[in-house]
């Protein structure tokens, strides 16, 4: 009978605990979001020296910790796999990929341990929608176009839930925003303070709570006009390949301008108000819903149809007008949004566009520009759900729905009036929904207090639009959430002209 050697059967045990405690660790591991409080500072493009210097105040304030990011839409030309090309753009054309950066510790802290191991080993992450879209798998080599024009080649090191990164399509650490060239900061994240009574207070004393600045709180609800993030946009509307022309102008691949655009591109009239405009298929039918729901709420009259005609509309591809270089597509890009009396209604200004269809358009699903950070009243962008009845504080036409209680405050400055603007020549009597209301209105009733050029006027009349049904596209349902899920995505800076 052969004796076996003490010491090698501890050896043996010794091996197999080992090698049971490393499993874990070499299966693959879902990324779990982060569950903290935390806060994005942003202005309509780059942070500010001004944002920046308070918001670094108010985090020495709070004992807290913050890190700048860095967003933008970068292009693709291929998805490798072991050499394999799985897909590649057409020759001199890219793809739209939104790309944000993050430190290590903010993306641990933010988002979740695992993205940041991922970042700190100098792969990148990439959004579950993103990867479903183009059959992108861990292990997959991503080439981008650098802001230089060279080709810069990352590795795939986790797919993770959307929501995970906050709407970010692409996940990268600094070093790799370096070799991409992406050197403007577009927010300041910060987290680790003991409360969210001392964030607010810490805020208001560094003046963060204005106009100028977005503060996004990880404990948001929704807003009834918060866009989609661009993965959400590619996989309602689809992906085209472009070209970077002359100026902010892009070259959107002929094909599919033919196949998604109505009208090949050129400009096609809607029924009933005479609104002439290239729009996305998906799109175009909602946008004629609404119409004919202005129509036949007796508000023809506050469409300018010659205005809107001549300097509105749908498709217009180029950049985003207020990213300057940082090189955030247009929405208009996609012919998702339709621009309407524009002269009353210029990027910055005090919304002069009637509340009543604002409320039509975000029934048909539809977000509004007018609560913008950089207000855009001519501005309706498709978001495919309807928005007319998510109770949030809004600056600008409220939608008359009960403001549910969370943890945070307006999103806009004590002082400033919840109110729809108005000019004492305009014949059209507007109205706008009472954020005070205890009921959730019809989607046919717009509960309204009457404003005047004094402001509003309280327990006014409710306005009451009466019109046949209107068949448009059919719409999600719309579930207010956390603006988590939206936080990091490469355009929110800038919301999404």
């Known amino acids: 009978m052969t004796r076996r ?3 090698v059967l501890v050896g043996v045990l010794v091996a197999l605990v080992v090698g049971l405690l490393a499993f874990p660790m070499l299966a693959p591991r879902p990324a779990t979001a982060a569950s903290i409080d935390y806060v994005s500072l942003n202005n309509k493009s780059e942070l500010s020296s001004a944002t920046a210097q308070a918001g670094a105040n108010a985090t020495t304030q709070l004992g807290a910790h913050a890190a700048n990011g860095r967003s933008a839409t970068v292009g693709m030309t291929r998805l490798l796999r072991g050499g394999t090309v799985v897909q590649a753009a057409p020759d001199t054309y890219r793809y739209p990929m939104g790309v944000t950066s993050m430190a290590i510790d903010a993306a641990a802290a933010t988002m979740s341990p695992d ?114 993030s661009l993965s959400q946009t590619k996989a309602l509307l689809g992906e085209f390949p472009y070209q970077i022309t002359s100026g902010d102008t892009i070259h959107i691949l002929p094909s599919w301008v033919a196949a998604n655009i109505s009208g090949g591109g050129v400009r096609t009239p809607f029924a009933g108000i005479g609104i002439v405009a290239a729009c996305h298929n998906t799109v175009r039918p909602a946008i004629q819903a609404a119409l004919s729901q202005v129509a036949a709420s007796g508000l023809s009259g506050a469409i300018n149809v010659s205005n809107s005609n001549q300097y509105g509309g749908c498709f217009n591809p180029r950049f985003n007008r207020l990213s300057g270089n940082i090189g955030g597509l247009s929405r208009h890009a996609w012919a998702m949004a339709i621009d309407m009396n524009t002269t009353a209604n210029p990027q910055g200004g005090v919304p002069q566009m009637d509340c009543r269809v604002v409320q039509i358009f975000r029934h048909y699903g539809f977000a509004w520009g007018g609560n913008f950070l950089f207000s855009d009243g001519m501005h309706f962008e498709y978001v495919g759900q309807a928005r007319d009845q998510i ?107």
């Not at 080439?143 to 810069?152: K, R, Y």
């Not at 006014?460 to 999600?476: F, G």
Request: hydrophobic share 40%; with cysteine.
């Open 5 to 7: 050697n003490p010491l």
């Open 115 to 228: 993205v940041a191991n991922v970042l700190a080993g100098g792969q990148i992450v990439l959004g579950s929608t993103s990867a479903n879209m183009r059959g992108a798998q861990v292990g997959d080599v991503v080439e981008l176009i650098a802001a230089a024009g060279n080709l810069v080649q990352l590795t795939i090191g986790m797919i993770a839930p959307d929501a995970t990164i906050g709407g970010a399509e692409i996940v990268v650490g600094d070093a790799q925003a370096d070799a991409l060239g992406l050197t403007i900061v577009t927010r300041m994240v910060v987290w680790g303070f003991a409360s969210r009574s001392a964030l607010e207070d810490a805020l208001n004393t560094n003046g963060l709570i204005s106009t100028t600045v977005r503060v996004n709180r990880s404990w948001d609800i929704a807003s009834p006009d918060s866009n989609l």
């Open 391 to 497: 109770g949030y504080p809004s600056r600008y036409c409220p939608t008359g729905a009960p403001v549910p209680p969370y943890g945070g405050l307006p999103a806009f400055p004590p002082g400033l009036k919840v109110a729809n603007p108005v000019r004492a020549s305009d014949p059209v009597q507007r109205t706008i929904p009472d954020p005070n209301a205890t009921t959730v209105p019809s989607s046919t009733t717009v509960p309204a207090t009457t404003t005047t050029a004094a402001g509003a006027v309280p327990g006014a009349r409710p306005a009451v639009i009466e019109s046949p049904a209107i068949q448009a596209a059919p719409l999600a349902e719309a579930v207010p959430m956390s603006q988590r899920s939206v936080m990091f995505g490469s355009d929110g800076f800038s919301d999404g002209d």
